[in-house]
């Protein structure tokens, strides 16, 4: 328990400043395929020196390996941040929050469909406080949602992003075995390390196709800041990696689906640290929004543990 609250609020924590200066970065360079790329490869650069220091051992992978787990997981999960990177940049933080929220539900889906998991009844109710709550506590007093913001490019690229998530989560959980550990040396950090660098060479393509040449010259451009958009795009990157190597332990000692739910409650976390150093004032709908929340978590948490265990198979 105490490894897994720690790796939580790291994650959390990570998650909290990434998203704070993401949007910052996007703010002044708003070219996301680019700054999306850039945060992976900033990831690279903070793995790959440890591996070849010898600061920690690198994964033992060879080339059908990779292309046979790695590759479909890094096409999953850059498509997933880059869409993520475009939805908050790109449209009303509300929506991307409420689409974002629906992941332990997507989770579920992908589990009875792929998985063959038959979760029960409470388990299923217990969802829906969790996206009810984070859904109440991120939308802003008087907000009104028009169905036709359900169908904009940011809605789309949010909801892009939480399924590309959670299948790779579903695809990364399989590789958590003990053999692949102790024959791969792919440890919770050492499966997301590798799966940076192949996000990153996945997305160099596609993210200087769509914007390498105006991301150039607006980067060119006088009057940019350039030291301080490499600066938030390097600590925001640096941020994104260390917040998703603590969500990939979690991931180990969890599952799928309980850590989508964990997930959901981070979003929760945010606003409480917007409070904390932002200095933004809670309001009656966080404080109501946030408890319904965490009682969904609480739920879902003794559901699961009073579910009757599978037989083994023999």
Request: include cysteine; charged fraction near 10%; proline fraction near 5%.
């Amino acid at each position: 328990m105490l490894a897994l609250a720690f790796n939580l609020l790291g994650w959390y924590s990570c998650n909290s400043f990434f998203n704070v200066l993401n949007k910052q970065a996007l703010n002044l360079f708003p070219y996301p395929w680019v700054v999306a790329w850039l945060q992976l490869f900033a990831g690279v650069a903070l793995i790959a020196p440890a591996w070849l220091a010898g600061l920690r051992t690198a994964p033992k992978v060879d080339a059908h390996f990779l292309g046979a787990n790695f590759l479909p997981m890094g096409l999953l999960h850059s498509t997933g941040h880059a869409a993520q990177v475009f939805s908050f940049g790109a449209g009303s933080v509300f929506m991307a929050h409420v689409i974002k929220a629906l992941e332990p539900i997507i989770g579920t889906v992908i589990g009875v469909v792929f998985l063959g998991s038959r979760p029960s009844l409470a388990t299923n109710a217990s969802l829906a406080p969790i996206v009810g709550g984070v859904v109440h506590a991120a939308m802003k007093p008087g907000a009104t949602v028009d169905l036709g913001d359900l169908f904009g490019p940011a809605a789309k690229a949010a909801l892009t992003s939480t399924v590309c998530f959670a299948f790779a989560k579903v695809i990364a959980k399989k590789l958590m075995t003990k053999r692949i550990k102790e024959e791969r040396g792919l440890d919770a950090r050492n499966n997301y390390a590798l799966l940076t660098c192949c996000s990153c060479a996945c997305l160099v393509g596609p993210s200087l196709y769509l914007e390498g040449a105006a991301a150039r010259a607006a980067f060119d451009a006088p009057g940019l800041d350039r030291t301080l958009v490499l600066k938030l795009v390097a600590q925001s990157g640096a941020l994104y990696y260390l917040s998703n190597e603590f969500s990939f332990q979690v991931l180990d000692l969890l599952g799928p689906v309980p850590q989508a739910v964990a997930n959901a409650a981070k979003r929760v976390f945010v606003l409480v640290a917007a409070v904390l150093f932002l200095g933004e004032a809670p309001s009656q709908r966080k404080v109501v929004g946030s408890a319904v929340a965490l009682g969904g978590v609480l739920a879902y948490g003794l559901s699961r543990g009073a579910a009757p265990a599978k037989p083994k198979a023999a």
